[in-house]
Nanobody, 124 residues
Framework: QVQLVESGGGSVQAGGSLRLSCAAS????????MGWFRQAPGKEREGVSC????????VNADSVKGRFTISRDNAKRTVYLQMNNLEPEDTAMYYC?????????????????WGQGTQVTVSS
């Protein structure tokens, strides 16, 4: 059974940093892609960053390029999202997701497993 558990959310001021973690279990991780998504109140869920377990290929949304970095630790089966220079517009619930694919995508429909989410709040 696939299980994804996020942690690391919190409240920070604009310009601050947070690191989100997603501990994954139950995956044959060599052929999975992992993604970070976010959803703000009243808005659709959007892809932020994704990475493949196999070779570590990444894709980032334009809105976070240069500020967010996704990485993985195969031994710990954990995916991280380092978020720097946070802006109030980054405030959202952040979700970790897993999809069975050799490639990663920022499309929600490509992911079949989701975590419960962790809240990120950025104040100005």
């Amino acid at each position: 059974q696939v299980q994804l558990v996020e942690s690391g959310g919190g409240s920070v001021q604009a310009g601050g940093s947070l690191r989100l973690s997603c501990a994954a279990s139950g995956l044959t991780y060599s052929n999975y892609a992992m993604g970070w998504f976010r959803q703000a109140p009243g808005k659709e869920r959007e892809g932020v960053s994704c990475i493949t377990w196999s070779v570590g290929s990444t894709v980032n949304a334009d809105s976070v390029k240069g500020r967010f970095t996704i990485s993985r630790d195969n031994a710990k089966r954990t995916v991280y999202l380092q978020m720097n220079n946070l802006e109030p517009e980054d405030t959202a619930m952040y979700y970790c997701a897993a999809g069975r694919s050799w490639y990663c995508s920022l499309l929600t429909q490509e992911y079949g497993y989701w975590g419960q989410g962790t809240q990120v709040t950025v104040s100005s």
